[in-house]
């Protein structure tokens, strides 16, 4: 009785304990009216399917199942009237920023792949209307179009923008762009942030201790950097030859205490047979003799 | 002779008793199993375990019965080699719990795995440098080892009970005859015991010194608070003596009331099996000071939110009655003569003996409760283990299990060795028949 109320003690405390509220998660006016500038199709949503296989199930489940996972604050199900009553910007915000334990996709999904999550969403929420792209595709900012070539006797990356006009493309002037390589975690700022010139380039020089894969190629990305979102996203990237060649080997490529089993340091293997091949031969050796003591008769 | 082998062989039957007990055992494992089988088909989400807090019940009672199992060591080897005699007629005692609890401390491992059909994999996808692949080496070999010490010296006695003792149960003969291996007393075959016996009594010394250590290797192989410590090796060790000597001396005292041994386990026996525990608790308690004012001198922070827990916090009321009332009050009593009479002496060791468990669960839990990350964004019961039914349930189906090896190994076959009391007596327990 004692033990179980000993057992039983904690868990008094903690029910009697309240729980901290949840903060609101508020999505800003200028973000709610963000919409998507394509046609939600069902091959879009196919897409979305399966980056929401990906990326979203672990936590929510599947749509209509109610089969989230019991965390707190609660997932949900994203099939529900409350998520569907949503505007589709709000939803937008919701996946670009997170909010713990939800992870910021920002960086993690492109801007298309997130669209095309809310469009496989979408499927689920009757009567939803998608908003017409191209009504407002006019009030909603500039599209940006971005390429990248680069100069190796210079050592400089140049990011060219372009803005889509519905005259045609003309120069996006004054454009803030990030240039960032991609590293084994996230993506890894190159240097600070530069506005496109009056032809729409911006020119970035890379550190000469840049380094590599094996042949000396880094994956290369620019972005223009948006923090009002007044400008349709746009990312290129490239794998460019501009790195010093690095060839690390791996934690697990040599022997180590981490590695894997075929990798074990030689003196751990040594060890442990020898121990075990020891007692076991005096084990196996005391037993033969035991069992042939049965021959020895009395005399 | 005649009368040492009734004496020591009389409860070498099937009688009301043993009926009684066994059904009421086999029963309240049927029980058990039941809580088990909830689990095969549930998973080991029946169990209060979760995320964070992922060793609870399970591997607390797991250490418990491998701490439990080092006594045969202790008594056998040690105390055995430096030529202790009195230790004699409890070789075989302390070697049979030594038996019971390696042989289901491995089962408990398999209870906490939620898929035990995997169970090979252990093997075959085990690394050189994982503690968990030694653990499963030296605990089967100290199984090994302590299975052959447990039934080497048996070997004449079963003779001797086959050839001289006529109330024998008639079905346990052939048992007997097969197991006595032709012993004729011949002295080759006396030199093959006695020196594999030797062998075996070294060789247990390391095995059981690595089992425990490995285990407690489990524990002290991680940074984490509370066991991230240099002296877990010895301070599992020495927990395991108070633990083991406290079991010895429950069987003991069982077996000397209901099986009429009072002849052969007498006071001198209880006496100095209670010097015997108030010496490895004074050990233990150094390491117990050691292993609490060393961190709490120093306080770093994750090692001062985990010592607060234990004395002041969650755990502080079991904490301090393990302490206190299983260590320290036990060893102050057991210091007067009159404490380690018989009586007394059992009931200390019952209480030395519940708090070495809740002593295995203090090791075990507070330090999963407090990782270094904080554990949020999850549901209450991730924070705070308890265990369920089901939980306790499984755990009870181990000591089952334990109480039944003990019970078949004691009931069918002699608990006090026969030809060692009578050779001791210079009787030759074979041939003649003068007593």
């Given at each position: 009785?004692?033990?179980?109320?000993?057992?039983?003690?904690?868990?008094?405390?903690?029910?009697?304990?309240?729980?901290?509220?949840?903060?609101?998660?508020?999505?800003?006016?200028?973000?709610?009216?963000?919409?998507?500038?394509?046609?939600?199709?069902?091959?879009?949503?196919?897409?979305?399917?399966?980056?929401?296989?990906?990326?979203?199930?672990?936590?929510?489940?599947?749509?209509?199942?109610?089969?989230?996972?019991?965390?707190?604050?609660?997932?949900?199900?994203?099939?529900?009237?409350?998520?569907?009553?949503?505007?589709?910007?709000?939803?937008?915000?919701?996946?670009?920023?997170?909010?713990?334990?939800?992870?910021?996709?920002?960086?993690?999904?492109?801007?298309?792949?997130?669209?095309?999550?809310?469009?496989?969403?979408?499927?689920?929420?009757?009567?939803?209307?998608?908003?017409?792209?191209?009504?407002?595709?006019?009030?909603?900012?500039?599209?940006?179009?971005?390429?990248?070539?680069?100069?190796?006797?210079?050592?400089?990356i140049l990011v060219k923008a372009v803005e889509l006009t519905s005259d045609g493309p003309v120069p996006a002037k004054g454009a803030e762009i990030v240039v960032f390589v991609k590293r084994y975690f996230g993506n890894m700022q190159l240097t600070d942030p530069k506005p496109t010139s009056e032809n729409g380039y911006a020119g970035f020089e890379w550190p000469q201790d840049l380094p590599g894969d094996k042949s000396g190629n880094v994956i290369v990305g620019a972005r223009?950097?948006?923090?009002?979102?007044?400008?349709?996203?746009?990312?290129?990237?490239?794998?460019?030859?501009?790195?010093?060649?690095?060839?690390?080997?791996?934690?697990?490529?040599?022997?180590?205490?981490?590695?894997?089993?075929?990798?074990?340091?030689?003196?751990?293997?040594?060890?442990?047979?020898?121990?075990?091949?020891?007692?076991?031969?005096?084990?196996?050796?005391?037993?033969?003799?035991?069992?042939?003591?049965?021959?020895?008769?009395?005399? | 002779?005649?009368?040492?082998?009734?004496?020591?062989?009389?409860?070498?039957?099937?009688?009301?008793?043993?009926?009684?007990?066994?059904?009421?055992?086999?029963?309240?494992?049927?029980?058990?199993?039941?809580?088990?089988?909830?689990?095969?088909?549930?998973?080991?989400?029946?169990?209060?375990?979760?995320?964070?807090?992922?060793?609870?019940?399970?591997?607390?009672?797991?250490?418990?019965?491998?701490?439990?199992?080092?006594?045969?060591?202790?008594?056998?080897?040690?105390?055995?080699?430096?030529?202790?005699?009195?230790?004699?007629?409890i070789t075989r005692i302390a070697e049979t719990i030594a038996v019971a609890f390696a042989a289901v401390a491995g089962l408990v491992i398999v209870m906490d795995m939620g898929r035990p059909e995997r169970l090979a994999y252990v093997f075959l996808y085990a690394r050189f440098q994982s503690p968990i692949l030694w653990d499963v080496t030296v605990i089967t070999t100290y199984f090994v080892i302590s299975l052959m010490l447990l039934m080497l010296p048996m070997i004449p006695?079963?003779?001797?009970?086959?050839?001289?003792?006529?109330?024998?149960?008639?079905?346990?003969?052939?048992?007997?005859?097969?197991?006595?291996?032709?012993?004729?007393?011949?002295?080759?075959?006396?030199?093959?015991?006695?020196?594999?016996?030797?062998?075996?009594?070294?060789?247990?010394?390391?095995?059981?010194?690595?089992?425990?250590?490995?285990?407690?290797?489990?524990?002290?192989?991680?940074v984490r608070p509370g066991w991230d410590s240099t002296i877990f090796g010895p301070y599992f060790v020495s927990g395991a003596f108070v633990a083991g000597s406290a079991a010895v001396i429950i069987a003991m005292f069982f077996f000397r009331k209901n099986y009429r041994l009072k002849d052969y386990l007498t006071d001198l026996h209880f006496n100095n099996m209670g010097k015997v525990l108030v010496l490895v608790a004074f050990v233990y308690l150094y390491f117990n000071i050691?292993?609490?004012?060393?961190?709490?001198?120093?306080?770093?922070?994750?090692?001062?939110?985990?010592?607060?827990?234990?004395?002041?916090?969650?755990?502080?009321?079991?904490?301090?009655?393990?302490?206190?009332?299983?260590?320290?009050?036990?060893?102050?009593?057991?210091?007067?003569?009159?404490?380690?009479?018989?009586?007394?002496?059992?009931?200390?060791?019952?209480?030395?003996?519940?708090?070495?468990?809740?002593?295995?669960?203090?090791?075990?839990?507070?330090?999963?409760?407090?990782?270094?990350?904080?554990?949020?964004?999850?549901?209450?019961?991730?924070?705070?283990?308890?265990?369920?039914?089901?939980?306790?349930?499984?755990?009870?189906?181990?000591?089952?299990?334990?109480?039944?090896?003990?019970?078949?190994?004691?009931?069918?076959?002699?608990?006090?060795?026969?030809?060692?009391?009578?050779?001791?007596?210079?009787?030759?327990?074979?041939?003649?028949?003068?007593?």
């Amino acid at each position: 009785m004692k033990k179980l109320f000993y057992i039983l003690l904690p868990v008094i405390i903690t029910t009697l304990r309240v729980e901290a509220q949840n903060p609101s998660w508020v999505v800003p006016d200028d973000q709610k009216g963000k919409i998507c500038l394509v046609r939600f199709t069902s091959d879009m949503a196919k897409q979305g399917e399966v980056i929401y296989l990906k990326n979203c199930q672990s936590c929510h489940g599947l749509p209509t199942k109610k089969n989230f996972a019991s965390i707190q604050p609660s997932p949900g199900d994203l099939s529900e009237n409350k998520v569907g009553t949503q505007k589709d910007g709000e939803l937008f915000y919701r996946i670009t920023t997170g909010k713990a334990p939800m992870p910021e996709f920002r960086n993690i999904l492109t801007e298309d792949e997130r669209w095309s999550v809310i469009s496989f969403l979408r499927s689920f929420h009757k009567g939803y209307v998608q908003p017409d792209p191209e009504k407002m595709a006019a009030s909603i900012g500039k599209r940006i179009k971005l390429s990248m070539t680069y100069d190796t006797v210079k050592r400089r990356i140049l990011v060219k923008a372009v803005e889509l006009t519905s005259d045609g493309p003309v120069p996006a002037k004054g454009a803030e762009i990030v240039v960032f390589v991609k590293r084994y975690f996230g993506n890894m700022q190159l240097t600070d942030p530069k506005p496109t010139s009056e032809n729409g380039y911006a020119g970035f020089e890379w550190p000469q201790d840049l380094p590599g894969d094996k042949s000396g190629n880094v994956i290369v990305g620019a972005r223009v950097n948006d923090p009002t979102g007044n400008m349709q996203e746009a990312i290129v990237s490239d794998t460019l030859a501009i790195g010093v060649p690095t060839n690390k080997p791996a934690l697990t490529d040599t022997r180590a205490m981490w590695s894997t089993r075929d990798k074990a340091p030689v003196w751990m293997i040594l060890i442990y047979t020898l121990a075990v091949i020891v007692v076991w031969y005096f084990i196996i050796y005391i037993l033969l003799s035991v069992v042939d003591m049965r021959k020895i008769k009395q005399v | 002779m005649d009368l040492i082998i009734s004496d020591l062989s009389h409860h070498i039957r099937l009688n009301k008793g043993f009926f009684l007990w066994m059904g009421f055992l086999v029963l309240a494992f049927l029980a058990c199993l039941f809580a088990y089988t909830r689990q095969l088909k549930y998973g080991l989400g029946v169990a209060g375990i979760r995320d964070y807090i992922s060793w609870g019940l399970y591997i607390s009672n797991f250490v418990f019965f491998v701490a439990s199992s080092l006594i045969g060591m202790l008594i056998s080897a040690v105390l055995g080699l430096i030529g202790m005699k009195w230790v004699q007629p409890i070789t075989r005692i302390a070697e049979t719990i030594a038996v019971a609890f390696a042989a289901v401390a491995g089962l408990v491992i398999v209870m906490d795995m939620g898929r035990p059909e995997r169970l090979a994999y252990v093997f075959l996808y085990a690394r050189f440098q994982s503690p968990i692949l030694w653990d499963v080496t030296v605990i089967t070999t100290y199984f090994v080892i302590s299975l052959m010490l447990l039934m080497l010296p048996m070997i004449p006695d079963m003779a001797v009970l086959y050839k001289r003792y006529g109330s024998l149960p008639s079905w346990l003969k052939p048992v007997y005859k097969v197991l006595s291996l032709n012993w004729t007393d011949h002295p080759e075959q006396n030199r093959i015991i006695h020196r594999s016996i030797y062998i075996l009594l070294i060789l247990i010394i390391p095995a059981a010194l690595s089992i425990h250590t490995v285990t407690s290797w489990l524990f002290a192989l991680t940074v984490r608070p509370g066991w991230d410590s240099t002296i877990f090796g010895p301070y599992f060790v020495s927990g395991a003596f108070v633990a083991g000597s406290a079991a010895v001396i429950i069987a003991m005292f069982f077996f000397r009331k209901n099986y009429r041994l009072k002849d052969y386990l007498t006071d001198l026996h209880f006496n100095n099996m209670g010097k015997v525990l108030v010496l490895v608790a004074f050990v233990y308690l150094y390491f117990n000071i050691n292993e609490y004012l060393v961190p709490g001198y120093k306080l770093k922070r994750a090692d001062a939110i985990h010592l607060r827990e234990l004395m002041s916090g969650h755990f502080a009321v079991m904490f301090w009655l393990v302490q206190v009332g299983g260590l320290l009050i036990p060893i102050v009593l057991m210091l007067f003569r009159k404490m380690r009479k018989p009586l007394p002496l059992t009931l200390i060791s019952v209480v030395v003996l519940i708090a070495a468990w809740f002593k295995r669960y203090l090791i075990v839990v507070p330090t999963m409760a407090h990782p270094f990350l904080p554990i949020q964004h999850v549901p209450d019961n991730f924070k705070i283990y308890t265990p369920t039914l089901t939980e306790i349930a499984i755990t009870l189906l181990s000591f089952i299990l334990v109480l039944i090896i003990i019970t078949l190994i004691s009931k069918f076959f002699p608990v006090i060795p026969v030809v060692e009391t009578a050779k001791e007596k210079g009787l030759d327990p074979l041939k003649s028949n003068e007593s």
